[in-house]
């Protein structure tokens, strides 16, 4: 590693620590104070203090920023349906990307205006971002779905196969967010489907009885806060869930870890891209740019409406020591070659209607 590569490492962590804005070409285009804003819909943490004022100060481009609390196909469509520049910027899971993309509702990217070469490759070259050969969104944050557990009552070796959930001594223990494509995901990955979303009809069927099998042990299906708050209280053990229940619950003294059982997981993300109606296409790749780098990620990375992971290395180096060992950062080569390689994208699947209908008939049984 170079002498320079070492020196910007070190500027990248002292500004991260500082929450100081970073003036580096692959970041954002440092124009003294440039006018104008942009209309960024995005998820929650951007909200979150010193997120979005170093950008602010360093362009000069005023952010109006709309939190999202519905789904990826609202958002999706609300920018779709929306006059030309009521928003630039959104964030979506990247599982809705190609759809977008071939609805003609995103604009190109040009890989050479993003820190690309800084991310996880497995991150970088995401295959969901990009359709027919074309970028069209860039993922900032990201995570995965595997065993949430209760340490003082299971181990990890106990947590490593997704048999744990079917035992008969978790009966009722179990919790589940009401979101099919992750929980469905994940039990055919248990079934031994390495595509999990990418099934015949004889796979998918077995998918359905294996849901129904789970049903017992099931003891609520909820939203992310009813979830959460039935756990930390104690009445759930066991959730298909990652870092981003796992690693905020562990940080406020609650008895949870995750991990992704041996079978394998599927991961969530969110991948901003921008609208090509948008009438302000400079502040919008401006504003990329910086999301897409280390200031902003170590930031998001810990926000408080939950914890991610960061694609950026340079902001999961960024990140402190305990922060980094939580998320699972800790070790950069084994987390690209290790970690992720035990992952499947989160995508919608061919016959989604039929998955849906498969879940409502879970949670309904």
Request: net charge neutral.
């Amino acid at each position: 590693m170079d002498s320079r590569r070492l020196r910007r490492r070190s500027v990248l962590k002292a500004a991260a620590a500082a929450g100081t804005a970073l003036a580096a070409p692959w970041l954002w285009v440092p124009r003294a104070h440039a006018a104008g804003e942009v209309n960024v819909l995005a998820f929650g943490g951007y909200e979150e203090p010193g997120m979005l004022e170093p950008f602010e100060k360093e362009t000069g481009i005023k952010v109006n920023l709309k939190i999202h609390d519905g789904s990826d196909e609202e958002m999706v469509a609300l920018v779709k349906t929306s006059a030309p520049g009521t928003f630039d910027i959104m964030t979506p899971t990247s599982a809705y990307i190609p759809q977008a993309a071939q609805d003609g509702i995103l604009m190109e990217l040009n890989d050479a205006d993003y820190p690309l070469q800084d991310y996880f490759p497995v991150i970088a070259n995401w295959g969901p971002t990009i359709v027919d050969g074309k970028r069209y969104a860039i993922v900032n944050r990201f995570g995965y779905y595997g065993i949430t557990y209760n340490h003082k009552k299971f181990s990890e070796a106990d947590a490593s196969s997704w048999a744990l959930l079917f035992d008969e001594k978790v009966k009722g223990r179990v919790a589940l967010f009401d979101w099919y494509l992750p929980n469905m995901g994940c039990i055919s990955k248990y079934n031994g489907n390495a595509n999990p979303y990418d099934l015949d009809a004889a796979a998918f069927g077995k998918l359905a009885d294996t849901m129904k099998t789970l049903r017992p042990q099931v003891g609520m299906v909820g939203n992310t806060s009813q979830v959460q708050q039935a756990m930390a209280g104690g009445s759930y053990d066991l959730a298909i869930a990652g870092e981003w229940v796992q690693a905020g619950m562990y940080d406020s003294g609650l008895p949870f870890k995750a991990v992704v059982p041996k079978e394998g997981g599927v991961t969530w993300d969110q991948a901003p891209c921008i609208a090509k109606n948008t009438t302000r296409p400079e502040n919008a790749v401006k504003f990329m740019q910086y999301i897409s780098g280390p200031v902003f990620q170590s930031k998001l990375a810990v926000a408080k409406t939950y914890y991610s992971m960061v694609p950026n290395k340079q902001a999961a180096e960024a990140l402190p020591a305990d922060k980094r060992e939580l998320l699972n950062l800790a070790d950069l080569d084994k987390f690209d070659k290790v970690f992720m390689a035990n992952l499947s994208p989160r995508k919608k699947p061919d016959n989604d209607k039929e998955w849906l209908a498969a879940w409502e008939n879970f949670k309904n049984s």
